[in-house]
């Protein structure tokens, strides 16, 4: 699942920043696809869509804390903020999900570029 090589332009499996809402209609293989909250054109959805925020703290990338909140349609589908989850780098593109309740979660960060945002949990 994990490329590496040439003709892989941009491409990485760092964790994104910013907004990114999921674009459910491009989901396959268990891969969940999403896409900037404020520049990619949506098609209607009536069962709303999930967002993602991903915040890094203030130092380097490996010093920063990064974290994520994800906003799900309330029931006058405006989003309703989840709590903040703090995200524990495993290396290779893998984040543990701290301070989610149940299990640990964990995503994995497929494709990461400025236009999509390809993630898969487990």
């Given amino acids: 699942m994990y490329r590496t090589g040439g003709g892989m332009h941009g491409m990485t499996m760092a964790l994104p920043s910013g907004s990114w809402t999921h674009s459910f209609e491009e989901d396959a293989d268990g891969i969940e696809v999403y896409r900037p909250t404020t520049t990619f054109a949506f098609p209607p959805s009536r069962k709303g869509r999930k967002v993602l925020e991903f915040g890094v703290g203030t130092g380097s990338m490996e010093g920063g804390e990064a974290s994520m909140t994800s906003l799900s349609p309330g029931p006058d589908d405006r989003p309703r903020a989840g709590p903040l989850t703090r995200l ?19 995503i994995d960060i497929v494709e990461a570029t400025p236009d999509v945002l390809r993630l898969s949990r487990r």
Avoid at 88 to 106: D, H, I, K, S, W
Wanted: glycine share 22%; aromatic share 6%.
């Fill in 88 to 106: 524990l780098p495993l290396g290779m593109g893998r984040y543990a999900l701290a301070g989610a309740p149940g299990p640990q979660e964990v």
